[in-house]
């Protein structure tokens, strides 16, 4: 059943950790499991310096015993070592909490050199890269909304677009590993929150693995994650790669995607999964339900319902 949520403001920046907390905490009835943020602030200046958002534990590990808090710093200690050895520059360490991070850092390799160093880290124990960009921070963990918000403090971000997610567990582990949204290489500012099954996922997911795409998880969502950051880097844009996933992607599903400066949305040929749409010259708000347009929004609105087989696009 999960629940998902898109923003974009257009020209402007605005505080959109508050605003997507606010509509996901309406829509945390639709799954109580885990919730997950991406959310895309200002770019950092120079063209070399990344953001990364990583863990090397799981929430419940920490209950496990007195030696996981000194797990946890060794396996930091060896992400930072391999980082290093791969030529990365770190900048600022932020501890989000005891056991997931805030790095900021430069990197002078390419796109190859980068998704290498991100396969190096996670070789380590526990170690997952939730997301690494430029404008990308992609923050998930068990909770509702208003509980990750405030363990992250994501009150304050200021940003031009955002997706969220309520998890309701159905087919994978309730861990942070399996929560919404997922984030895929080769394009390091891709996010994507889905609600429905996918039929084929095992199929499309060996056709990706064999191109040499990585999954993290074993969550149905992920392939769209993974799909479209192969469809961008073949080429399509972002409107082509919606357009072409209704056609090959079999299942019942809507799903929002949003790259560093744009955010779309798909239904597939049945349109049984919901979305509800509100749209002026400066602002696009997307949700599975109307409550959580309105958790922004609290006047009198018109809103949409998008049709079966719809595809949009909004820039930032």
């Known amino acids: 059943m999960c629940g998902i949520a898109g923003l974009i403001h257009r020209g402007k920046t605005s505080n959109i950790g508050s605003e997507m907390t606010d509509m996901l905490q309406a829509l945390k009835h639709r799954g109580p499991d885990s919730t997950g943020f991406a959310i895309y602030g200002k770019p950092p200046s120079a063209e070399n310096e990344f953001v990364m958002r990583f863990k090397v534990a799981e929430s419940e590990d920490l209950a496990k015993g007195s030696n996981i808090s000194e797990t946890i710093i060794k396996r930091r200690k060896k992400v930072n070592k391999r980082m290093k050895e791969r030529g990365?520059?770190?900048?600022?360490?932020?501890?989000?909490?005891?056991?997931?991070?805030?790095?900021?850092?430069?990197?002078?390799?390419?796109?190859?050199?980068l998704e290498g160093m991100t396969r190096y880290i996670e070789e380590l124990e526990g170690a997952e890269i939730l997301s690494m960009g430029r404008g990308l921070e992609l923050i998930k963990d068990l909770g509702d909304a208003g509980v990750v918000a405030n363990q992250y403090g994501l009150q304050g971000f200021q940003g031009t677009h955002a997706l969220g997610h309520t998890r309701m567990a159905t087919e994978s582990d309730v861990d942070i590993r399996s929560a919404h949204p997922y984030w895929a290489f080769p394009y390091n500012d891709i996010s994507?929150?889905?609600?429905?099954?996918?039929?084929?996922?095992?199929?499309?997911?060996?056709?990706?693995?064999?191109?040499?795409?990585?999954?993290?998880?074993?969550?149905?969502?992920?392939?769209?994650?993974?799909?479209?950051?192969?469809?961008?880097?073949?080429?399509?844009?972002?409107?082509?790669?919606?357009?072409?996933?209704?056609?090959?992607?079999?299942?019942?599903?809507?799903?929002?995607?949003?790259?560093?400066?744009?955010?779309?949305?798909?239904?597939?040929?049945?349109?049984?999964?919901?979305?509800?749409?509100?749209?002026?010259?400066?602002?696009?708000?997307?949700?599975?339900?109307?409550?959580?347009?309105?958790?922004?929004?609290?006047?009198?609105?018109?809103?949409?319902?998008?049709?079966?087989?719809?595809?949009?696009?909004?820039?930032?």
């Open 88 to 113: 990365a520059t770190i900048i600022s360490e932020d501890d989000a909490t005891e056991y997931a991070y805030r790095y900021t850092f430069t990197f002078d390799g390419n796109d190859a050199d």
């Open 192 to 316: 994507v929150v889905h609600n429905g099954q996918i039929t084929n996922y095992w199929i499309m997911r060996r056709q990706m693995e064999y191109k040499g795409h990585r999954f993290m998880s074993n969550c149905d969502s992920e392939l769209l994650a993974v799909y479209t950051a192969d469809k961008l880097n073949d080429g399509y844009t972002l409107e082509d790669s919606l357009r072409q996933s209704i056609e090959e992607i079999d299942g019942v599903f809507t799903y929002c995607v949003a790259t560093k400066d744009s955010l779309g949305m798909a239904k597939d040929t049945m349109a049984a999964k919901p979305m509800v749409l509100y749209e002026t010259d400066d602002l696009v708000i997307l949700a599975s339900e109307e409550g959580a347009i309105r958790a922004m929004i609290p006047h009198e609105i018109d809103t949409y319902d998008p049709y079966d087989e719809e595809v949009r696009v909004w820039q930032a």
